[in-house]
């Protein structure tokens, strides 16, 4: 089974900007999709962007314009570029490739923390 793993998260100044990527461990074209979701403290995870196998994305509304999600099937990676970042931003990020057979693998997560 794939494996997810998420890196780059870390405490940034608000307005500030953040890359977070997820690597991987096979092929990602097999996928339906893949998907960053981020549970902010006390709440509940949500989605904040999806791309699919055939590249058509979609963000949460809270993010559209700061955010953009991008995949490298040659890599087997999928970033979440992050700008004009708030503190409300501030959560656990979360990698997740979808697939209709085997359904959903979820990465360990990485923190976000949007501070001055």
């Known amino acids: 089974q794939v494996q997810l793993v998420e890196s780059g998260g870390g405490l940034v100044q608000p307005g500030g900007s953040l890359r977070v990527s997820c690597a991987a461990s096979?092929?990602?074209?097999?996928?339906?999709?893949m998907a960053w979701y981020r549970q902010p403290p006390g709440k509940q995870r949500e989605l904040v962007a999806i791309i699919t196998h055939r590249d058509s994305i979609k963000y949460d509304e809270s993010v559209r314009g700061r955010f953009t999600i991008s995949k490298d099937d040659y890599r087997n990676t999928v970033d979440l570029q992050m700008n004009s970042l708030k503190p409300e931003d501030t959560a656990v990020y979360y990698c997740?490739?979808?697939?209709?057979?085997?359904?959903?693998?979820w990465g360990q997560g990485t923190q976000v923390t949007v501070a001055s």
């Open positions: 096979g092929n990602i074209t097999v996928f339906a999709s």
């Open positions: 997740t490739a979808h697939s209709k057979l085997t359904g959903d693998t």
